[in-house]
């Protein structure tokens, strides 16, 4: 293969680029032919917002590079295109990974999430009016320099910034009744122009988790997303349809958030390449190969077994699949192609980065998961399902109900070897 060719690999390939609808590579795994996600993740979020009476606030969540953006941008394309005014806005861009969450610093994102780039006046309409009235909020209760145009970059590139006014606003009396005026007064405006408006938070799900914290602070962490959406979660149900990201381990406690904001969690599953009895789901294969297609062609591998067989190894995690494809494009060398043996040393290396982070209580656990493909509900197993989940030792899937697997690349380290399709199985598959 030549330089350019590896290099437009690697660029089609990148695991943590979210792709749209209008990009060439994205895949719909959840058109009514496939459904292989379960219910369809975004149709639900959209019913909900469509046939509501009030506004609506809705929770997300599932594992990172699991296709959450690339869903959030898909509802974002069909509301639009049913009248809706979507604002989709990057919540992590103002979050901190060095403090816990608070419910001031999601409400000031949504403040932030309406306010336009650059000077009102130039956007004018009800968004021009909306920055006028937010600057003029945010600059009694907070001092602030560089005047409203400035407003938004400041406290987008200025960490610090942004954490001292969610700590000043934190402090004042009648918070949520002054944010949720602003935000009224914004979906007002937009609906006298024809258009119900709709917030998407995205992001934030991957700031604040204390992910790289010892144990006693990344319980913190996650006590302040439990406390900001159960026990504070009025401040977080503003006049205007609203949909925050958050992180999978709150889906402990689905239950609770489901009787504080009357709609469920939705948890966004993997793609499901093997029944709940291990049996391999074809049509998931190659929809997975397909998708991998449309940034690999199919000449480029030897025979058809490969990537069947590379899919076979992700658990339905297409970030996974790409980084393969990544490994494998920089092993290839001269060759024509990619082979048999490209794969196996690219999964390898791959398998190799996860099996060093599974330690014996991981491994104990899911050799008892992977047969029944239930979650244990003992106190114990319970506290490591956030490691499990986080570290993408374990996946979920949504098919005649949720259910929980090991990754595929750690099946022979727990001693189900022979679970795994070998080259001949996978050759007259298709």
């Known amino acids: 293969m030549d330089r350019e060719l590896k290099r437009s690999f690697i660029a089609s390939c990148k695991p943590d680029e979210p792709v749209g609808p209008q990009d060439p590579r994205h895949y719909d795994f959840d058109t009514p032919t496939l459904r292989l996600r379960g219910e369809p993740w975004r149709e639900r979020l959209s019913a909900v917002i469509d046939l509501a009476a009030?506004?609506?606030?809705?929770?997300?969540?599932?594992?990172?590079?699991?296709?959450?953006?690339?869903?959030?941008?898909?509802?974002?394309?069909?509301?639009?295109?049913?009248?809706?005014?979507?604002?989709?806005?990057?919540?992590?861009?103002?979050l901190s990974n060095e403090r816990p969450l608070t419910t001031e610093d999601l409400m000031l994102a949504l403040v932030l999430a309406l306010f336009p780039d650059g000077r009102p006046e130039d956007v004018g309409g009800w968004v021009g009016e909306y920055a006028t009235q937010a600057w003029n909020f945010l600059n009694s209760k907070v001092e602030l320099q560089g005047g409203i145009a400035a407003v938004k970059a400041s406290l987008t590139t200025d960490e610090t910034l942004f954490q001292r006014v969610a700590k000043q606003l934190r402090d004042l009396d009648g918070l949520r009744e002054d944010i949720h005026a602003l935000l009224a007064s914004a979906a007002e405006g937009s609906r006298t122009h024809g258009q119900e408006l709709v917030i998407i938070l995205d992001g934030a799900e991957k700031r604040a988790t204390g992910d790289l914290d010892a144990s006693a602070r990344r319980e913190e962490f996650h006590n302040h997303w439990f406390a900001s959406f159960i026990l504070q979660a009025r401040d977080l149900k503003p006049p205007v349809h609203t949909i925050y990201t958050v992180p999978p381990f709150m889906v402990r406690r689905a239950s609770e958030l489901t009787a504080n904001f009357g709609v469920?969690?939705?948890?966004?599953?993997?793609?499901?390449?093997?029944?709940?009895?291990?049996v391999l789901n074809l049509p998931g294969v190659e929809a997975m190969v397909e998708a991998l297609h449309r940034r690999v062609a199919a000449k480029h591998f030897a025979d058809p077994a490969i990537p069947r067989w590379l899919v076979s190894r992700c658990g339905g995690y297409f970030r996974d699949l790409l980084r393969f494809l990544t490994e494998m494009t920089y092993r290839v060398g001269e060759a024509s192609c990619f082979t048999r043996e490209h794969a196996e040393l690219a999964v390898a290396q791959v398998r190799q980065n996860y099996l060093q982070a599974l330690v014996l209580e991981d491994k104990q656990l899911l050799r008892q998961l992977h047969p029944s493909k239930e979650f244990p509900d003992d106190e114990a197993s319970q506290v490591r399902m956030d490691s499990l989940l986080q570290g993408f030792k374990m996946f979920r899937y949504h098919n005649g109900g949720p259910w929980y697997d090991a990754h595929p690349l750690s099946w022979a380290e727990l001693g189900f070897a022979a679970d795994l399709p070998d080259w001949t199985r996978l050759e007259g598959a298709g």
Do not use: C, H, N
């Open 264 to 278: 469920e969690l939705q948890f966004l599953p993997m793609v499901r390449l093997y029944e709940r009895d291990g």
């Open 54 to 94: 009030e506004p609506t606030a809705q929770l997300v969540t599932g594992l990172r590079g699991s296709g959450k953006t690339t869903e959030l941008r898909q509802l974002e394309r069909d509301l639009t295109e049913r009248g809706y005014r979507v604002v989709m806005a990057d919540a992590g861009q103002w």
